[in-house]
């Protein structure tokens, strides 16, 4: 089965703080998601990343930036975490080309700026 | 801009009931349309997909109807069951393109026993 795993379930931070989020697969897919979910808006595409050190901005890329430099891993990076970034955070991923139609997902980061 | 419109936001259905869930979508070179289920503390999971050359395809007790010329599918539950309860996406993607998955504003489907 396709593993998708994030570094953390839960995480409190302060405004301004800097803040990681780290996404690991482990089926060797070439393409990596971020979303966030809020309620009634469903999941918005934050950025996401289609080979190693390639990415590109979905949606909603203001405030964060990413970083892909192994195949497996994809990280989120809130460079001064805003009250406004409270949120779910999922990471998601898929083979490439026509395989690529079904996204796995990890199990979620929900944070929380105070 | 949504692309896929999902509709109801929330969903109470008594237990041996049919739940619906509807969803339209504006852009034509939509290929794939995937249902996703999510249990709370869960990511996403696939749970059913069409393509638009089929009007309905069933798994077990979950059926996607789709209509092509008035670009709505949907998602019928039958004999829903309390274990059905979570929350369920539809979205639309053009097969290849990683980036072209749409994703609808989700259903909160409660099943009550």
């Known amino acids: 089965d396709v593993k998708v795993t994030q570094s953390s379930r839960y995480l409190v931070k302060r405004t301004g703080e800097k803040v990681f989020l780290e996404c690991v697969q482990d089926m060797d897919h070439e393409n990596m998601f971020w979303y966030r979910q809020d309620p009634g808006l469903g999941l918005r595409l934050i950025y996401f990343s289609y080979d190693v050190k390639m990415k590109e901005k979905g949606d909603i890329p203001e405030g964060y930036s990413v970083s892909r430099e192994k195949k497996e891993r994809f990280s989120l990076i809130l460079e001064s975490a805003s009250t406004n970034q409270t949120s779910m955070y999922l990471c998601?991923?898929?083979?490439?080309?026509?395989?690529?139609?079904?996204?796995?997902f990890g199990p979620g980061t929900r944070l929380t700026v105070l | 801009q949504q692309q896929v419109k999902q509709s109801p936001q929330s969903l109470i259905v008594q237990k041996g009931g049919i739940s619906i869930i509807n969803c339209a979508y504006e852009n034509t070179a939509f290929d794939y349309f995937p249902w996703y289920q999510q249990f709370p503390g869960k990511g996403p999971a696939l749970l059913i997909a069409i393509r638009p050359d089929v009007s309905e395809k069933k798994e077990g007790r979950f059926t996607i109807s789709f209509n092509k010329s008035a670009k709505q599918f949907s998602l019928h539950i039958m004999d829903s069951q309390p274990g059905d309860s979570a929350t369920y996406f539809c979205a639309a993607i053009i097969s290849g393109s990683a980036r072209q998955l749409t994703f609808g504003s989700g259903t909160q489907l409660t099943v009550l026993p």
């Open positions: 998601a991923s898929t083979a490439g080309g026509i395989r690529g139609n079904e996204q796995f």
